[in-house]
């Protein structure tokens, strides 16, 4: 592990803050030496898994790892607040780096966000642009190894997009960053100023959109969203993804239907909780509609997915959030943490 701590790459002012819920263990003995070479200090949130996680965690750098046990499971929003509280609590902490339990960062990955953060805070001399809230990476799917697309602002209207490619002659190490509309949670690197100005997640959404809220929260709020090409990670979406051979070809990322719940409650939550433009608003309707008239006709389990999409909309439109109780129509609610938006 000595050789990991004087890794070139490791960033000593970040602490990433990884969410763990059921993971799998050999996924897991691969996570810490990948996370430990480009970080200062790793928070795991364990979300009252069934096997101890306690137990995946590497011999050797213990100073740098610290756990986290909830006795149930908060939610990703909760244990990702509950983490990055404590990672604030850090002196040494200037960034903190959130991260899913299936995330492989890349090598380098963590230094180029950090880059493109504090290039962001110097800019040319004459110009002022917006501050940052974020910088994220470029994504790849470990099952197909295709890059993610993004969202951006097209005319006013969100719209799919990838970024281009570099440039040739373009020297290897330089940090090249683009404003996009939102970024998953997930290799999301935030400067603690952000975080102390903006808080952090909604506890009440649990699952589902909670990202999602947090950028159009900040966009709202005046801040820019940066991903970085060159940073990249392997994440996983979905429990599977099937390709759509008659639109082109494009992804569909299958969930359990209890998901379907949480997708639909939480649009309407946070159509309700934050400030957007229309066409945003007539976007998440739209997907919506989209994910309901696919899933309903070519899903598995449609009745199971239709009773959850009709309970998320009516609990959506009653305000009601918290974790759905298996089997029933109730929620039991999410105690707020120190960095729950007011």
């Not at 709020?221 to 008659?246: C, K, M, N, T, W």
Request: glycine share 8%.
């Amino acid at each position: 592990m000595a050789s990991i701590a004087a890794d070139q790459d490791c960033c000593d002012d970040v602490c990433a803050v990884v969410v763990t819920y059921n993971p799998d263990p050999d996924s897991m003995r691969a996570l810490w030496p990948a996370w430990l070479a480009q970080v200062g200090r790793v928070i795991v949130v364990d979300n009252a898994s069934r096997a101890g996680v306690g137990l995946w965690l590497p011999a050797g750098g213990a100073d740098r790892i610290e756990l986290l046990r909830n006795d149930h499971n908060q939610g990703i929003a909760a244990a990702q607040n509950k983490g990055a509280a404590r990672a604030m609590a850090w002196g040494a902490c200037r960034f903190v780096l959130f991260a899913d339990q299936d995330s492989l960062p890349a090598p380098q990955m963590v230094r180029r966000l950090r880059d493109a953060l504090l290039q962001a805070d110097r800019p040319p001399a004459g110009r002022q642009p917006a501050p940052v809230a974020a910088a994220g990476p470029h994504s790849v799917d470990q099952r197909t190894g295709e890059a993610s697309m993004l969202i951006v602002d097209r005319w006013g209207w969100p719209a799919r997009w990838l970024p281009p490619q570099r440039p040739p002659g373009a020297p290897p190490d330089a940090v090249r960053s683009y404003d996009v509309s939102f970024l998953i949670a997930s290799g999301c690197l935030v400067p603690v100023p952000v975080l102390r100005a903006l808080k952090g997640m909604r506890s009440n959404y649990f699952i589902d959109h909670v990202d999602t809220e947090w950028c159009l929260r900040a966009r709202a709020a005046g801040y820019r969203l940066l991903v970085v090409p060159e940073a990249r990670l392997q994440h996983r979406l979905g429990d599977s993804v099937r390709r759509l051979p008659l639109a082109g070809g494009r992804k569909v990322f299958y969930h359990a239907p209890l998901r379907d719940y949480y997708m639909f409650r939480n649009t309407l939550l946070m159509l309700r909780d934050v400030r957007m433009p229309i066409a945003w608003r007539l976007h998440f309707v739209i997907r919506l509609l989209q994910f309901a008239g696919y899933f309903l006709t070519l899903g598995d389990r449609r009745r199971e997915r239709l009773a959850h999409m009709w309970l998320g909309i009516r609990h959506g439109l009653q305000r009601v959030s918290g974790r759905l109780v298996a089997g029933t129509r109730l929620c039991d609610p999410v105690g707020a943490t120190e960095l729950d938006p007011a």
